[in-house]
T-cell receptor
Framework: RKEVEQDPGPFNVPEGATVAFNCTYS??????FFWYRQDCRKEPKLLMS???SGNEDGRFTAQLNRASQYISLLIRDSKLSDSATYLC???????????FGTGTSLTVIP | DGGITQSPKYLFRKEGQNVTLSCEQN?????MYWYRQDPGQGLRLIYY???????QKGDIAEGYSVSREKKESFPLTVTSAQKNPTAFYLC?????????????FGNGTRLTVT
């Protein structure tokens, strides 16, 4: 079983739609959680950290459910520029290792 | 500006040759990492280092070697023992003192071995 799993998609949504991605992790001792955005043939860039109480940054909302061991990312009012691959990352409490999901591909359609 | 610099951006080698990928950071981060990304497989950890002169194997270390002689530098050597070296290689760093500190990535090196 992979340490971190994501639905690869692709998700094709119209502009203005709300879309949500989930990411499950296997290690209950995981310490910290992040969402990254990766554009085609580029490096991943930090989108936002995920805090226990949930957090919001503009149109983006991240949530953590420790009991069910998943994190989620909600994008409201999707823009064409949101088209990218979204990667979740989990920092396990063993040697400060980061594990990544395979990424979820999002395409926002005009 | 602070950041992580990987070079070169594209690298072409013949099978059987060792090749070294450069990674330098001026963020004063303690921890540095090497990941490999293949289509549809996400990022897989090759090696990581929490402190100078110390490093640990990740999930796919076979065929790779690293050194961490300076805090700023974490070069990765892809040896001829690596069976499928063609991939996108990403170097990253973080402040290892805090588990809540995210990874910051360099812009990657695309290695093609023929």
């Amino acid at each position: 079983r992979k340490e971190v799993e994501q639905d690869p998609g692709p998700f094709n949504v119209p502009e203005g739609a709300t879309v949500a991605f989930n990411c499950t992790y296997s290690n209950s001792a995981s310490q910290s959680f992040f969402w990254y955005r990766q554009d085609c043939r580029k490096e991943p860039k930090l989108l936002m950290s995920v805090y226990s109480s949930g957090n919001e940054d503009g149109r983006f909302t991240a949530q953590l459910n420790r009991a069910s061991q998943y994190i989620s990312l909600l994008i409201r009012d999707s823009k064409l520029s949101d088209s990218a691959t979204y990667l979740c990352a989990v920092n396990f409490n063993t040697g400060n290792q980061f594990y990544f999901g395979t990424g979820t591909s999002l395409t926002v359609i005009p | 500006d602070g950041g992580i610099t990987q070079s070169p951006k594209y690298l072409f080698r013949k099978e059987g040759q060792n090749v070294t990928l450069s990674c330098e950071q001026n963020l004063n981060h303690d921890a540095m990492y090497w990941y490999r990304q293949d289509p549809g497989q996400g990022l897989r950890l090759i090696y990581y280092s929490q402190i100078v002169n110390d490093f640990q194997k990740g999930d796919i270390a076979e065929g790779y070697s690293v050194s961490r002689e300076k805090k700023e530098s974490f070069p990765l050597t892809v040896t001829s023992a690596q069976k499928n070296p063609t991939a996108f290689y990403l170097c990253a760093s973080s402040i290892s003192r805090s588990y809540n500190s995210p990874l910051h990535f360099g812009n990657g090196t695309r290695l093609t071995v023929t």
